[in-house]
């Protein structure tokens, strides 16, 4: 049966993605099962969205219960989920104004243009330089594509928008060399992703938050794969303290309905986007917003950030285990659930291996493994999903 879905979507879906042979059908707590009925530990959680585990009572029924009484109105009215999902998301934020979008690329455009409006409100000047990172990966629209630090997403895409200049995460002196008056805001990552499992260190953090205020140059912080709880933290950038002047999350704000947000201090609002200059026809719908109303309620109930300090550092004693035995395996570096193998080859075959082993894993790169499951995952699953891992090593 697998085999027929498979040679259907082949002939209708548009082949972006190199997909692995498997046609998942259900999901149960921290588990998939494919279309024969196998099951599969998730150490992948739809990259990073299903925070909460497969088939959570609560939050379905939350959905189904919205889902009877009010799905879409447009953004022309207001509706009561969106008021109180921003009223929460503000509240573990510590940030002031919420705008909410149907997905995470949607967050990074939004962000763009607000810095960008800031900036063209105190000199009328359109010319105005964003500083982001190299290897860091932002989405896949224009906007998202332009700030994305890897020329193999943005060379057949070209020209993307302009102005802007590429520096070194936790390389202070190369964000420093890049600064000028044109310089309108300074985008990362708090944990890169795609570009290899990278945190900002403290001090980095630090240092180029300082920077900004010296020169009014907005700080804005990408947290759609790292936020979320996912580090320990509800977003990572609060380990260190250091507060964004913009910050975009998505992914587990959801839990698989596609919601985004980029929210920003008081200062930033009062002196950027205003009435017509940004808009969603989707964006914090009532369905949408009961899902990040249950998910924001369902980590306060369910202790999530409190598992992931409990669990994350008995997964990273295993990687590193795993590391100490095995000369292939370079590194292990992360934070919290969010982790990478740093391996001295090429991981694809390893992932293929762990697939068929019934262990479900995803790459940051060619050459690292990263661990980004659900934020239930118990230690007894670290330790079947490592010994997976190991059986599928050779």
């Known amino acids: 049966m697998m085999e027929q879905y498979i040679e259907e979507a082949e002939k209708a879906l548009l082949h972006t993605y190199n997909r692995y042979p498997i046609v998942f059908d259900r999901g149960d707590g921290v588990h998939l099962y494919d279309l024969d009925g196998k099951e599969y530990l998730d150490f992948v959680s739809g990259i990073a969205v299903f925070a909460l585990g497969y088939n959570n009572k609560a939050y379905n029924d939350a959905l189904k219960a919205q889902i009877d009484k009010l799905i879409h109105t447009s953004n022309y009215y207001y509706n009561v989920p969106a008021i109180e999902a921003a009223k929460k998301i503000k509240k573990i934020s510590g940030m002031d104004r919420v705008f909410f979008t149907n997905s995470g690329a949607e967050a990074v455009e939004g962000a763009v243009k607000a810095a960008r409006k800031y900036a063209y409100l105190k000199d009328g000047c359109t010319d105005h330089e964003i500083i982001a990172m190299n290897h860091s990966f932002h989405g896949r629209t224009m906007g998202a594509l332009s700030v994305t630090g890897n020329p193999k997403y943005r060379e057949a895409f070209e020209p993307l928008i302009g102005n802007i200049k590429f520096a070194d995460l936790n390389d202070f002196e190369s964000v420093k060399a890049l600064v000028n008056e044109k310089t309108c805001a300074i985008l990362f990552e708090t944990v890169q992703g795609e570009g290899g499992i990278y945190p900002a260190s403290k001090e980095f953090m630090e240092q180029v938050k300082a920077l900004c205020e010296e020169k009014d140059i907005l700080l804005i912080l990408d947290e ?9 933290y509800m977003y990572a950038w ?5 507060k964004p002047d913009i910050m975009v999350t998505a992914k587990a704000l959801g839990c698989g309905v596609p919601v985004g947000a980029f929210l920003m201090t008081e200062r930033v609002a009062a002196n950027s986007l205003t009435s017509g200059d940004h808009g969603t026809t989707y964006g914090g719908n009532p369905l949408a917003a009961a899902a990040v109303n249950i ?3 369902l980590f306060e109930e369910n202790h999530i950030i409190e598992n992931v300090n409990a669990v994350a550092p008995y997964l990273e004693e295993k ?8 000369d292939f395996i370079e590194t292990r570096r992360g934070a919290g659930l969010m982790q990478g193998l740093v391996f001295d080859r090429p991981v694809g075959d ?6 068929k082993n019934g262990l479900v894993l995803i790459n940051a790169g060619t050459n690292i493994i990263r661990f980004i499951p659900p934020l239930v995952i118990t230690k007894e699953d670290v330790d079947t999903m490592t010994g997976i891992l190991e059986r599928s090593l050779v």
């Open 319 to 326: 990687l590193d285990a795993l590391a100490e035995k095995y």
């Open 238 to 242: 609060q380990q260190y303290g250091v």
């Open 350 to 355: 390893v992932i293929n291996r762990a697939l």
């Open 224 to 232: 759609i794969q790292c936020g979320m709880g996912r580090t320990g």
């Open 295 to 297: 998910v924001l309620d």
